[in-house]
């Protein structure tokens, strides 16, 4: 696909990835990027990166921490991609990988020419934004696709005027 052609179909269907987990600065940025998404014609994509067992030496006790591991997160992108539905009115397109979050994130934006955006929750209290943030922001450079960072204490009502 050339630069060109790549350009128009990401014009045309704008998708706006966000980095899932449990934190309330995320939900914001979901609602945000879902918002946006709707407002556009574009989608929402879900990242989930659960991080690898911790090693006891024995292959089966590990296999089952990665099972149970799997299938939580299996549980949270479920209901995080209900209330997407919810929001636009569409399934968002999800990605489940297991790593380092940061490397993941990368890997994924490099391999995927139709993410548009990259969505993140800004934690809001004394000890910064977020260690994901922390690190992009050192980053920017190996980026392709912009970063819109949402602060984590907007309110819906908030976040409804300005999307």
Aim: charged share 25%.
């Amino acid at each position: 696909m050339s630069d060109v052609e790549l350009a128009a179909a990401t014009a045309s269907h704008r998708i706006f990835l966000v980095v899932v987990d449990s934190s309330a600065e995320m939900q914001v940025a979901l609602y945000y990027a879902a918002k946006r998404a709707r407002r556009t014609g574009g989608h929402v994509a879900l990242l989930h990166v659960s991080p690898p067992p911790e090693t006891h030496g024995l292959r089966s006790v590990e296999e089952l921490m990665r099972e149970e591991i799997r299938r939580e997160a299996e549980l949270l992108v479920l209901k995080l991609a209900k209330e997407v539905q919810d929001w636009t009115g569409t399934l968002p397109v999800l990605y489940m990988r297991e790593g380092n979050k940061r490397e993941e994130l990368l890997a994924l934006i490099e391999e995927e020419p139709t993410i548009s955006v990259l969505v993140l929750g800004a934690a809001t209290g004394p000890e910064g934004p977020g260690p994901l943030i922390s690190y992009l922001a050192k980053s920017f450079g190996r980026l392709r696709i912009p970063v819109t960072l949402v602060p984590g204490n907007l309110t819906r009502a908030q976040l409804d005027v300005i999307t």
